[in-house]
């Protein structure tokens, strides 16, 4: 996983030409203008889906509910809003719903020990590889006080990963 901003992306993530459009048309749109649903890039091999929802507290002590996929390598934009990302190798990502090629999705758990949170605001952006079990959606919590559910926009760009493209 790597957590940056829009302006430093590209001297961070190692650029293969699908990579390249996915950050191209983010830079282009930063999303501000976009309605919810799948926005096409290149077909199947990059596109975008927009959203915007209300973010969900995790309970203390416990695990969110991961999602990992095989195929897509997951760009996490935050258009407005903030929230927390959870983050746990896959390595330690129990599945509870088996794998859907269809929509290249499974969903599990890590120990709570396992999971790293994530701050992502305005601007910011996670690119998870398939490697990387992630719990986007989740309240921001600041100091010591809880955390509150807020009002998100955010848009996933789906990268069809090809190691060594």
């Known amino acids: 996983m790597i957590v940056s901003d829009l302006k430093h992306i590209a ?3 190692a650029s293969t030409r699908l990579l390249g459009m996915a950050l191209d048309f983010l830079r282009h749109t ?5 309605d919810d649903g799948r926005v096409t890039i290149d077909g199947d091999l990059v596109y975008a889906l927009v959203q915007s929802y209300r973010t ?21 934009y935050v258009v407005s809003g903030s929230e927390t990302l959870g983050w746990a190798p896959l390595e330690q990502f129990t599945v509870t719903t088996p794998y859907d090629t269809a929509k290249d999705v499974e969903f599990g758990s890590a120990p709570p ?3 790293t949170l994530v701050r992502l ?6 690119v998870l590889w ?7 959606r989740l309240a921001v919590a600041i100091g010591d006080k809880p955390a509150q559910p807020t009002d998100v926009k955010k848009i996933v760009v789906k990268v069809l990963h090809r ?3």
């Open 30 to 34: 930063e999303g501000q203008h976009l």
């Open 130 to 136: 398939p490697e990387d079990a992630h719990a986007p």
């Open 163 to 165: 190691p060594g493209q």
């Open 121 to 126: 605001t305005a601007g910011q952006m996670a």
């Open 113 to 115: 020990a396992a999971l």
């Open 56 to 76: 969900e507290p995790l309970p203390t002590g416990s695990s969110p509910h991961l999602e990992a996929h095989r195929r897509y390598i997951d760009i996490q």
């Open 11 to 13: 001297s961070q993530a």
